[in-house]
C-alpha cells in the first residue's frame, strides 16, 4: 500500500513572490479595477510575468486569491449581523448591502462574479458559492419569521445584489438607488 507523501511547504522565495504578487494585484485593481494589466502588476511585484502566471495562470486566479481577503471580512460581517439579534427582515436587508458592498471592492467585479457563477470552471465560482451559502442563512431566518415571498432563492438575492453592484459600477449611483428599492420590495412579504 502507497501512502501519499505530505504536501512541502512551498520555498520561502516562492512565498515572497506569492505575498507580493497579491499586494501589487490589490494596489492595481484598487487604482485601475480587474483590467489591470497583468505583466504592470508583475513589474511592481519585483518579479517576471513568467512567475506571475505560475502563480496565477488566469486573471480570475489572481482575483480569486486577492478577494479571499474580502471574503474573510464578509464572513466576519455575517458573524456581526448575525449576533446583532435584529429583525431577521433587517439582518437580511444589511447582509444584501454587505454583499454589494463587497462585489464592488473593484472596479470591473461583477462581471467575473457572474461569470463565475453562470459557468462551472471558474476559480471565482466557489467564492461565489460561499456568499449564496451566507445569504442563504440570512435568508432562512427570515423565511422562518414569515418575512419573505414564497421561491425567493439566496441565488436569485445573490444576482440581484451582483445586479445592484453592476448598476452602481455603470452609474452615477441613482439607478442602483431604485433598483435597491426594488429589490427589497421583490423579496419581502407584504
Wanted: hydrophobic share 45%; net charge negative; aromatic share 6%.
Amino acid at each position: 500500500m502507497t501512502t501519499a507523501a505530505p504536501a512541502r511547504r512551498p520555498r520561502r522565495d516562492a512565498q515572497r513572490n506569492r505575498a507580493a504578487i497579491l499586494d501589487a494585484a490589490r494596489a492595481a485593481f484598487a487604482e485601475a479595477g480587474l483590467e489591470a494589466p497583468m505583466d504592470a502588476i508583475a513589474k511592481s511585484a519585483g518579479i517576471g510575468a513568467g512567475t506571475l502566471y505560475r502563480h496565477f495562470p488566469t486573471r480570475d486566479d489572481l482575483v480569486a486569491a486577492v478577494l479571499e481577503d474580502h471574503r474573510v471580512d464578509l464572513d466576519e460581517r455575517a458573524r456581526e449581523l448575525a449576533e446583532q439579534g435584529l429583525d431577521p427582515a433587517e439582518s437580511l436587508e444589511r447582509w444584501l448591502d454587505s454583499l454589494e458592498d463587497w462585489m464592488t471592492a473593484y472596479d470591473g467585479l461583477p462581471e467575473p462574479l457572474r461569470a463565475a457563477q453562470s459557468g462551472t470552471c471558474s476559480p471565482l465560482r466557489s467564492t461565489c458559492a460561499t456568499a449564496i451559502d451566507r445569504t442563504e442563512d440570512f435568508l432562512d431566518a427570515a423565511r422562518r419569521a414569515g418575512t419573505v415571498r414564497d421561491g425567493v432563492s439566496a441565488e436569485d438575492l445573490f444576482f440581484a445584489a451582483l445586479g445592484l453592484a453592476w448598476a452602481a459600477e455603470q452609474s452615477d449611483g441613482g439607478h442602483a438607488a431604485t433598483l435597491r428599492l426594488l429589490l427589497r420590495e421583490g423579496w419581502q412579504r407584504r
